[in-house]
């Protein structure tokens, strides 16, 4: 689709057809980019080195050197270790998971799924029964209804990762406990770590409370724009919830033209 043209897009079948406008004219010269992620990089460095605890530096007067950075093999970004990689670490940390009950009545244990570069992690709940069958999350009648999500925002399933804030079915689909969100998240951290997304978008109530770390309502989430580790956070209604109550399709869908916004404000991964 040419830069600077207007897409309209329409969002659940089932639905009126709700159309609306996408701006897509965020235009960048590759330097303003460039600036642009470098301080994208840095906002996530600071809140990391807060987040461990050190609150200042001592001033050293030193002659900087340039390093040159050289680009992994795997991608375009010059990290030490690339994305799947690191993913494939972390899966293999979790292993044959039983430090909650959840892994009594589980057939398969749902890592995630989708691209380790993804630009975009979308954060369920936890599998439910089609999910625990074939080991990949978001693949049952839900699933389909996000595939749309989705494609409404002008991507496909292959470009983005999803995943859940915990690993193994809950019986009879109920809310995970807290201490089986604590067990587990923090393995979605750290996939999120992994991948570095330019925004996270929580489905449902469970994901947001993991990753805001607070009890709230979805009332009081929706059309607000946090951050998870300096990452543009995105809450917005569970598909699950969507398919009982297609009446508030038209607020999430609100919700994903946040979730393109913040894609469109750069437009590439550098
Ligand atoms: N609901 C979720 O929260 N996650 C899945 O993977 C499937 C349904």
């Known amino acids: 689709m040419p830069e600077g043209s207007l897409a309209w897009c329409r969002f659940g079948a089932a639905e009126p057809l709700r159309f609306m406008v996408l701006d897509m004219a965020s235009h960048f010269s590759d330097d303003k980019v460039a600036l642009k992620e470098a301080l994208r990089r ?10 461990s605890g050190i609150q200042h530096f001592h001033r050293q007067r030193t002659v900087l050197t340039p390093t040159v950075m050289e680009p992994s093999p795997e ?3 010059p990290t030490e270790k690339g994305r799947g990689a690191l993913l494939a670490e972390v899966r293999e940390d979790l292993g044959d998971c039983r430090r909650c ?5 589980r057939t398969n244990l749902v890592f995630g799924d989708g691209s380790p570069e993804a630009e975009l992690v979308f954060v369920g709940e936890g599998p439910g029964f089609d999910e625990d069958r074939l080991g990949l999350p978001f693949v049952g009648r839900a699933g389909k209804l996000l595939d749309k999500m989705i ?3 002008r991507l ?5 990762y999803i995943c859940n804030v915990v690993k193994c079915r809950p019986p009879e689909n109920r809310t995970p406990g807290a201490d089986e969100m604590d067990a587990c ?5 750290r996939q999120l770590e992994a991948i570095g997304p330019r925004v996270i978008c929580a489905l449902g109530l469970c ?3 993991a990753l805001l770390g607070r009890a709230a309502s979805m009332g009081g989430l929706r059309g607000r ?3 998870w580790r300096g990452i543009p956070l995105i809450c917005t209604y569970h598909p699950a919830y969507l398919l009982r109550n297609p009446v508030q399709k038209g607020a999430a869908w609100q919700d994903l033209i946040q979730v393109r916004r913040i894609l469109n404000e750069t437009n590439h991964k550098g």
């Open 156 to 160: 496909s399933r292959q470009d983005v």
């Open 225 to 227: 724009r946090f951050k």
């Open 42 to 51: 840095l906002r996530l460095l600071i809140t990391g080195i807060e987040g």
């Open 75 to 77: 991608g375009d970004q």
């Open 207 to 209: 994901a947001a409370q």
């Open 151 to 153: 494609q409404a925002i």
């Open 185 to 189: 998240s923090p393995f979605l951290f």
């Open 101 to 105: 009950r959840l892994h009594m009545g």
